[in-house]
């Protein structure tokens, strides 16, 4: 019983991300799906995308969590459109949630648009969202176990962002034990390592966010 109720949430689901790609397509915009666990730094990359890609690639972010709309107000300081949602409690995004985001957004002036997923690293990996391309962000201070922890998020990534290695020395994170079981599990990720907070390493990151971007 359980199961095919899943199973029916699941195909709904899909069907919604459809929809929202076809939506994306139609304008020419490639969207990214950003996930991580709370505190990774998956807005403070999104603050220096926007602010990298500023003249070649104009940012539009959805905002998804649970509550509160601090990350929407970041991003909206710098300019860049921005829809919050709200998920009242659910731990994911779903398809449907972004879909009504995408109706708010002028998807004609956007060079591309970054979806911030809830801080996460289980059931997001779930939901297909209609984004071209999956980001995960880690950062050093959540230890360098957790690709063998939680195998599907970093199975599916399209690119692996390793966040704060401005902290390699105040923290114990083997960048090679983590790029190995990465490499293992998903060989084909991009891989970068950054700091939003030193602006390390984004150049390298928005060249790859870029070239679809120019549509
Ligand atoms: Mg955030
Ligand atoms: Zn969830």
Redesign the pocket.
């Known amino acids: 019983m359980e199961i095919k109720i899943i199973e029916r949430i699941l195909a709904a689901n899909e069907n919604a991300a459809a929809e929202n790609r076809e939506l994306l397509d139609h304008n020419h915009v490639p969207a990214l799906n950003v996930m991580g666990s709370p505190g990774a730094g998956k807005t403070s990359l999104i603050e220096r995308t926007i602010a990298l890609l500023r003249d070649r690639a104009p940012v539009a972010v959805i905002e998804g969590d649970i509550a509160t709309t601090r990350d929407a107000e970041r991003v909206a300081k710098l300019g860049a459109p921005v829809v919050q949602i709200a998920t009242g409690g659910?731990?994911?995004l779903d398809a449907a949630m972004v879909g009504e985001a995408l109706a708010n957004l002028d998807l004609h002036s956007a060079g591309v648009v970054i979806i911030e997923n809830?801080g996460?690293l289980?059931?997001?990996a779930e939901f297909d969202l209609g984004e071209h391309r999956k980001v995960v962000v880690a950062s050093l201070p959540e230890g360098d176990d957790k690709i063998e922890k939680y195998p599907l998020i970093f199975s599916i990534a399209d690119a692996v962002v390793l966040n704060k290695t401005d902290m390699a020395g105040l923290v114990d994170f083997d960048i090679k034990r983590f790029r190995s079981e990465l490499d293992a599990i998903n060989p084909k990720a991009a891989f970068f390592e950054v700091s939003c907070r030193t602006w390390h390493g984004l150049d390298e990151w928005a060249e790859w966010v870029a070239p679809r971007a120019v549509a």
Do not use: F, K
């Open positions: 659910e731990c994911h809830v996460n289980v059931c997001p």
